[in-house]
């Protein structure tokens, strides 16, 4: 069995683990500043990668999510055929799972299997994420500002 890895995005930072041994020297308004600009980049992003998603049922698009701790922030879809539709697939053969043979509405007749001619990829989460930059780089300049500021008000 081929473990799945869905597609996701991340926010963090190449200092983070820096940041992660000094949270507890951190004041009030350090964490407060850090853990909203994690949560709107990562909402942000969430929008875009929503945004691209494609949509046939609409599922997709409703099944994507995101978390977020203190420091960092994930989005992801939720639905088991997220990565297929991101990475594509190779033709392949389907065969029935239960049944003798398949069969749809407008088939001729029932078959012992078909062959899949595979699927284009289309990678929603990287295109929603390079959309969603531009504003999270926009957040992380204002996160900068506002703790140049109030780190300098004690000098």
């Known amino acids: 069995i081929r473990k799945l890895i ?7 930072s190449p200092q983070l683990p820096k940041l992660l041994e000094n949270t507890r020297t951190w004041d009030t308004q350090v964490r407060e500043s850090v853990s909203r600009f994690i949560n709107l980049g990562t909402v942000e992003a969430e929008g875009k990668i929503r945004e691209e ?3 046939k049922t609409g ?6 999510r995101h978390k977020t701790t203190r420091l960092q922030g994930r989005v992801f879809p939720t639905v088991k055929y997220a990565i297929y539709v991101h990475e594509g697939t190779r033709p392949h053969t389907i065969v029935p799972r239960r049944k ?3 069969y749809w509405p ?5 078959v012992k299997s078909v062959q899949h001619p595979g699927t284009k990829a289309n990678p929603f989460v990287e295109r929603g994420a390079e959309r969603a930059l531009p504003k999270i780089e926009r957040l992380g300049a204002q996160m900068l500002e506002e703790l140049t500021l109030h780190l300098t008000k004690g000098i």
């Open 6 to 12: 869905m597609p996701e995005f991340r926010i963090h």
């Open 53 to 55: 998603a494609p949509i």
């Open 59 to 64: 599922e997709l698009r409703r099944r994507i």
């Open 100 to 102: 003798k043979a398949l």
């Open 106 to 110: 407008g088939a001729r007749h029932p």
